[in-house]
């Protein structure tokens, strides 16, 4: 077995982007991500709004009025993975979420490296909010992390870390895409193309059921799941997830990556400073210079 080259690699700079999220009812999904994750409006341009903090987009949200819902068990987004720089930040977004929609929420888990909470917005896209602790305490077993779902309730982290202070200056605390989970048809075609042709690194499996990958050693910048979608073809023109954007620090990096797509015989759109191309089940990706 060969150890890949640097060139085979995603850099370890790599950073998550803004995910584009393709929406029938605009008011109703703005409002959502403004009031219930204090998001603020960065931008209003290409057909649509960016949301973000600090002047930083998280979210595009796109109008694409007519298009159905996808199914359940069709291939698309399973999360959108949105991360607090501090443990009071993400008490105050799980505060204004659980509030705006109670039922919204669907779960939490300490995953040891980090504590994720998890939501689903007003046309069915899965988010999660999470806070990740201490990369030193993060434990690997060769190149695998090791996370797990251990119980993590609600109220008591609120009581635990909700502040006056966070709930105040929730606008003003940094937040941005730290991963995006996505729902495929089977996990050994997904390592095929994230890990073998991409170049991300495999940190953790699941039973066969999940992957999850990353650069630069982070415990996962994207994953992959088969759990309501085994089997799934590729996506049908839905509302739900429009793009993926993964930022990297320089031209070469995309430039590499556009050859390996290449010799991997599939195709892509380069312009020099970005690269589009679809994953095997349509889902669009788009990796540009930060």
Do not use: C
């Not at 999220?21 to 009031?35: A, E, P, T």
């Not at 109008?63 to 996808?70: D, I, K, M, S, T």
């Not at 669907?106 to 999660?128: K, M, Q, R």
């Not at 759109?269 to 990706?285: A, K, M, S, V, Y």
Request: overall charge negative; hydrophobic content about 40%.
């Amino acid at each position: 077995m060969t150890t890949p080259s640097s060139q085979d690699l995603l850099p370890a700079e790599l950073t998550m982007g803004t995910v584009m999220l393709r929406v029938g009812d605009m008011k109703v999904m703005s409002d959502y991500y403004q009031r219930a994750l204090g998001l603020q409006v960065i931008a209003e341009q290409d057909g649509g709004l960016y949301l973000g903090r600090l002047g930083k987009p998280v979210v595009h949200l796109a109008p694409a009025a007519g298009l159905q819902l996808p199914g359940r068990g069709e291939a698309g987004l399973f999360h959108t993975a949105v991360l607090f720089e501090d443990q009071a930040s993400l008490a105050a977004t799980i505060a204004t979420a659980a509030q705006y929609e109670p039922r919204a929420f669907v779960g939490s888990a300490d995953h040891l490296v980090s504590e994720a909470f998890y939501f689903t917005d007003p046309e069915g896209n899965g988010i999660e909010l999470y806070y990740d602790k201490p990369r030193n305490v993060w434990q690997w077993d060769g190149k695998n992390v090791v996370m797990d779902n251990v119980a993590l309730p609600p109220q008591a982290y609120l009581q635990q870390h909700l502040s006056e202070a966070a709930i105040v200056g929730q606008q003003g605390a940094a937040a941005g895409i730290g991963h995006v989970h996505l729902q495929v048809g089977d996990v050994s075609t997904a390592q095929k193309f994230y890990v073998d042709t991409l170049g991300f690194e495999k940190t953790a499996g699941w039973h066969g059921q999940a992957l999850f990958v990353s650069a630069g050693g982070y415990h996962h910048h994207m994953a992959m799941n088969v759990w309501n979608s085994r089997g799934a073809g590729p996506r049908k023109d839905t509302l739900g997830l429009g793009e993926v954007l993964i930022e990297v620090p320089s031209n070469d990096d995309v430039a590499a990556l556009a050859d390996r797509l290449r010799v991997a015989g599939l195709q892509s759109h380069h312009t020099g400073l970005e690269l589009r191309f679809e994953d095997p089940w349509r889902n669009q990706l788009r990796v540009a210079v930060r």
